[in-house]
Every structure is written in structure tokens, then in C-alpha cells.
């Protein structure tokens, strides 16, 4: 009895894509009728001089999809961008239901960070102030800020690469 149920209820299962096409394969999956999940993160970036929040897989390369053993795999080999299951021992392997849940909560809390704004407070990550922290004032050009740091005994405007700073 548990085999058979095992057989008929749908579990998860990890689709390896081809290099820079898992939007490409759930986008192929999903019109097929299959039900997919890819995982997103949302970060910021300048693009062409301006502040601006992309969303990128979590797991580049790879895509859940949710099937019984019972269902038709065959055209999952044929899917654009799919390269092949996830497998172990020539089986695809479930994933459990509670590990795709936890990921699709963490996904849709609202992040706490957002885009930098005047004297939001940062910590410099890289270079000889790596581990400071200072006062965000403005951008300056596409890929730098200005920041408001005290050190030796003055506050003194420190330009650095946004991605040498992150959000506190």
C-alpha cells in the first residue's frame, strides 16, 4: 500500500538545465503543463546609472519540478534548456516537501533590505576600510558611492565601488 501511494503521489525532484537556460527550461516546462519552482533572490545593482533591484535564481542551473512516478518524464529529456533529472543510482531523487516549502517562505518575506538612501548606515566589506562602518550620502556615477566615515577624529567623504558596501 505505501508503494502504491508513493508511486501515485506527486514528490519533488531537481532538473539540472543547460548553462544560463533555467528560466529558459521552466518557462518550456510550465507551458508543457508541468507544475515547476525556481527559486529567486533579489539584490541591487547599478545599470546604466541607476539603483535598480534585479531577481536572479537561487540556483543557477536548476529548476524543481513536481511529478509522480506515475506520470510521463519522457518529455523532459526534449524540454528546451532541460539537460537532465537529478539522479542517484539511475533513480531521480524526491525532495522533500517541507525543504520546497521552507524556500518558497523565505522567498516571499519581504526583505528588509531595500535601495540605499541618504544617511542609511553601511559596512565597508573590501579594500583598507573593509569592516568599517559609515554613512551613505549619495551614488556617484554608475558604480560608486559616497560615504560619510569618521576617521582620524574628523568625518571625512570616502568614494568607494557599491560593491565594496552593504546595508546594515
Given amino acids: 500500500?505505501?508503494?502504491?501511494?508513493?508511486?501515485?503521489?506527486?514528490?519533488?525532484?531537481?532538473?539540472?538545465c543547460k548553462a544560463k537556460q533555467d528560466e529558459r527550461a521552466e518557462e518550456n516546462l510550465l507551458r508543457q503543463g508541468y507544475q515547476c519552482y525556481r527559486p529567486t533572490y533579489r539584490h541591487e545593482r547599478t545599470l546604466r546609472g541607476k539603483r535598480q533591484t534585479l531577481s536572479d535564481s537561487?540556483?543557477?542551473?536548476y529548476v524543481f519540478i513536481q511529478l509522480s512516478l506515475?506520470?510521463?518524464?519522457?518529455p523532459l529529456r526534449s524540454t528546451r534548456g532541460v539537460?537532465?533529472?537529478v539522479s542517484f543510482g539511475g533513480q531521480p531523487v524526491a525532495i522533500a516537501d517541507d525543504v520546497i516549502s521552507h524556500l518558497q517562505l523565505r522567498e516571499h518575506t519581504p526583505s528588509s533590505e531595500s535601495l540605499l538612501k541618504q544617511g542609511d548606515l553601511v559596512r565597508i566589506n573590501q579594500g583598507s576600510f573593509a569592516e568599517m562602518e559609515a554613512l551613505f550620502l549619495t551614488m556617484d556615477g554608475d558604480e560608486r558611492v559616497v560615504l560619510l566615515m569618521n576617521f582620524l577624529q574628523r568625518e571625512q567623504r570616502v568614494k568607494l565601488p557599491l560593491s565594496s558596501v552593504t546595508k546594515l
Fill in 1 to 16: 500500500m505505501i508503494a502504491t501511494e508513493q508511486y501515485t503521489h506527486p514528490a519533488w525532484y531537481l532538473i539540472h
Fill in 58 to 61: 537561487l540556483f543557477p542551473g
Fill in 83 to 85: 539537460l537532465r533529472t
Fill in 70 to 74: 506515475h506520470d510521463n518524464w519522457a
